[in-house]
C-alpha cells in the first residue's frame, strides 16, 4: 500500500511538472488494494515511457501530458502545452485515479448555497436570421446559486459580461452592412425561483441534498448509477440511448461542477477511471487561461451528440475546469463552458 501511496504521489508531481517520471509497473501505479482485481494488466508499462506506445495504452489509451512550453495565457483551450520535450504522457486511467487520491483528501463543507460562476462561449444567435451570413461566438456569463433547504429561493443572473468574437475580419464586415445588429442576447437578466433546482443524472433529476448523499463508495455509487442508466427509457434519448460509459461521462460533466462530498467525487473519478474509450489529452489550458489535462470521449456518428467532449480536469484538486464539445468534423469546440467558481456560500448574491 505504501508502494502505491508513493507511485500517486508521483503521478501527482509529473502532472504538476516538477520532476521528471521515472518508469514505474503501471499495474503498481493504478493498483488500489481491493480493487485490483479489477484492473487490467498492462505489462512492463512504465510511467517514464507511459503508455508512448499502442500495446501499452491496453487501459484507456491517449496522448500524453508534455512539458511547459509557451506560458498558459498563450495557448488557446484545448491545445497541449507543448508538442515536445523529454515528459511523456500520463495514460487517461492514471489520470482519473490521480485525480481520485486528490478528491479524496479535499475538504468536506457545507453552506445555504451552492455557487456556480460559470463562463460559456457558443455560436451567436442573429435576432431575425436564423442563418446569419457570418460566423460569431459569444461568450457570457451565468450565476446561478442552488439553494440547499428546501423551499429557500434559488436565483440565476444571465448574459453578464457578454463579448462576441467574429471568426475573421470578412465576417465582422458582413455583420456591419447588415446594421450592426445587437448580438448580445440582451442585458443582463437576474431571476429567483421558488422551485428547487436540479442537477441531472441521465434523465433524473436531483436536488443539491440528494447529491450530497448520494454514496461515497466506489462500488456502491457504481451500482446505482446502472441501476438508473437500466431504468432510462430509449424514447427519452435521442437518437438513441447512449451506452454507459457515455451516461457515466454526462453524468461527470454535471456532477463534478455540483456540490458532491469528497467521497463521492474520489468515487465518480473511479468510476471512470473503469471505462473504455476515454483518452488522455494532455496538459491544456482552459478558455480562462488555467491549465489541466484535458480528457476526452467521441461519441460516433453524425447526429445530435455525436462527436467528441471533453473534460478539463485540475488533478492536483480534482475540480473541473471546464466543459467542450466538438461536433464531427470540427478541430474547434461548438461549445465551451468554463468553470470559474464553485463553492458554497450562506446568502444569495454571495460568491466563495
Not at 454514496?215 to 451506452?243: I, M, N, Q, Y
Not at 460509459?245 to 473519478?269: F, H, K
Amino acid at each position: 500500500m505504501k508502494d502505491d501511496q508513493e507511485l500517486l504521489a508521483r503521478a501527482l508531481r509529473v502532472l504538476a511538472q516538477r520532476e521528471e517520471p521515472t518508469p514505474a509497473p503501471v499495474p503498481a501505479l493504478v493498483r488500489r488494494g481491493r480493487r485490483a482485481r479489477r484492473i487490467r494488466t498492462a505489462t512492463r508499462a512504465a510511467v517514464g515511457a507511459l503508455l508512448a506506445s499502442a500495446a501499452a495504452v491496453v487501459i484507456l489509451g491517449g496522448a500524453g501530458i508534455g512539458p511547459a512550453g509557451a506560458p498558459p495565457s498563450a495557448l488557446p483551450a484545448g491545445t497541449p502545452a507543448s508538442s515536445e520535450g523529454a515528459r511523456q504522457a500520463l495514460d487517461a486511467r492514471s489520470v482519473l485515479l490521480a485525480a481520485a487520491e486528490s478528491a479524496g483528501h479535499g475538504p468536506a463543507a457545507s453552506g445555504r448555497y451552492w455557487h456556480v460562476r460559470a463562463r460559456t462561449t457558443q455560436p451567436v444567435r442573429h435576432p431575425q436570421a436564423k442563418n446569419p451570413p457570418f460566423s460569431a461566438r459569444l461568450t457570457n456569463t451565468q450565476d446561478t446559486w442552488y439553494a440547499a433547504r428546501r423551499g429557500a429561493p434559488s436565483r440565476t443572473v444571465t448574459r453578464q459580461d457578454p463579448k462576441v468574437t467574429f471568426a475573421s475580419p470578412e465576417d465582422e464586415a458582413r455583420w456591419r452592412r447588415l446594421g450592426s445588429p445587437d448580438l448580445s442576447g440582451g442585458k443582463p437578466s437576474s431571476n429567483d425561483y421558488d422551485m428547487q433546482l436540479h442537477f441531472l443524472i441521465g434523465s433524473h433529476r436531483y436536488t443539491l441534498r440528494q447529491l450530497l448523499a448520494l454514496p461515497a463508495d466506489e462500488e456502491k455509487l457504481a451500482s446505482l448509477l446502472r441501476r438508473l442508466f437500466d431504468e432510462e427509457e430509449p424514447g427519452d434519448w435521442w437518437p438513441g440511448k447512449p451506452t454507459f460509459t457515455a451516461y457515466v461521462w454526462a453524468t461527470a460533466q454535471d456532477l463534478l461542477s455540483g456540490p458532491i462530498s469528497p467521497g463521492t467525487r474520489s468515487s465518480l473519478y473511479r468510476v471512470l477511471a473503469e471505462q473504455p474509450a476515454i483518452r488522455s489529452l494532455g496538459e491544456v489550458t482552459d478558455p480562462l487561461g488555467r491549465t489541466g489535462v484535458a480528457l476526452a470521449l467521441t461519441t460516433p456518428g453524425s447526429g445530435e451528440g455525436a462527436g467528441e467532449s471533453r473534460l478539463v480536469v485540475d488533478v492536483a484538486t480534482a475540480r473541473l475546469l471546464a466543459y467542450e464539445l466538438r461536433p464531427p468534423g470540427r478541430s474547434e469546440p461548438l461549445i465551451q463552458t468554463a468553470y470559474e467558481e464553485t463553492g458554497w456560500v450562506d446568502r444569495l448574491g454571495a460568491r466563495p
